[in-house]
Nanobody
Framework: QVQLVESGGGLVQAGGSLRLSCAAS????????MGWFRQAPGKEREFLAA????????YYADSVKDRFTISRDSGNNTVYLQMNSLKPEDTAVYYC?????????????????WGQGTQVTVSS
C-alpha cells in the first residue's frame, strides 16, 4: 500500500519560492514514477511534473518547466518540487502521485496513488 504525505505548502508573496516535499512509504519505489499535480478552485487537476524513481526520465508541463524543478532523494523516499518565481495563479492545492506503471500524458488518471494535498497560496 503506497502512502504519500505532502508538506511544505503555505503562504508566500508573488516572486517568492517554496519547496514541497512528498514522503513516500510502502513498497520499494525503484520501479515507480512520482508526479506532482495541482488543483485550483473550480478547475481540473493539472499535471506539473513527474520523475522516474531512477531519475532517468523527467517530465514537465510547459506552463511550469522554467520555474519548477522536480527531484527525489531515494535514500529518504522523498520527492520534491522546487517552485520559484511564484505567481498568484499558482495558488492551488498541490498533490503528490505515484504509480508503478504510469501513463504520463498529463491526465491524473495515469497515476493510481495520491497524497492528501498541501495548500499553496501566493499573494500579489
Amino acid at each position: 500500500q503506497v502512502q504519500l504525505v505532502e508538506s511544505g505548502g503555505g503562504l508566500v508573496q508573488a516572486g517568492g519560492s517554496l519547496r514541497l516535499s512528498c514522503a513516500a512509504s510502502g513498497p520499494t519505489f525503484s520501479g515507480y514514477t512520482m508526479g506532482w499535480f495541482r488543483q485550483a478552485p473550480g478547475k481540473e487537476r493539472e499535471f506539473l511534473a513527474a520523475i522516474a524513481w531512477s531519475g532517468s526520465r523527467i517530465y514537465y508541463a510547459d506552463s511550469v518547466k522554467d520555474r519548477f524543478t522536480i527531484s527525489r532523494d531515494s535514500g529518504n523516499n522523498t520527492v520534491y518540487l522546487q517552485m520559484n518565481s511564484l505567481k498568484p495563479e499558482d495558488t492551488a492545492v498541490y498533490y503528490c502521485a505515484a504509480d508503478d506503471n504510469p501513463v504520463v500524458d498529463g491526465r491524473p488518471s495515469g497515476f493510481g496513488s495520491w497524497g492528501q494535498g498541501t495548500q499553496v497560496t501566493v499573494s500579489s
